[in-house]
């Protein structure tokens, strides 16, 4: 499928506003970026994000769902690490769109 028949293809879209939609809450992507360094267990993601046990583990159920992250459990632990690192390179790009848009001129209301 060419690239411009795939942006149109409604399928395309509705999975790509459901990961927009994952990574709208500022805590999932800061679970991400603490995943760009390796695999984790619950217990230090909950110790490195301060957020509480349950927190973390819903995030991770949301993010898994969507394939973003995978799970490997061993023994009662549960390691998670992410699926592909594009995901990253994503919020890189979404980064530098911000940056551009803040040196923007306001708009006037004339």
Known sequence: MDQN???????VMEL??????IMS???RVQLLHI???GE???GELVELTGLRKAAV????GLM??????????DGQKVYYSLRSRRLLAACASMDSLLDELMTLEPESDD
């Open 5 to 11: 028949r795939r942006l149109n293809d409604p399928k």
């Open 16 to 21: 790509q506003t459901a990961i927009c939609k």
């Open 25 to 27: 809450n500022p805590r």
């Open 35 to 37: 995943l760009d360094s």
């Open 40 to 42: 984790k267990s619950v």
């Open 57 to 60: 583990s819903q995030n991770l």
């Open 64 to 73: 898994r769902e969507r394939k973003l992250v995978t799970a490997r459990r």
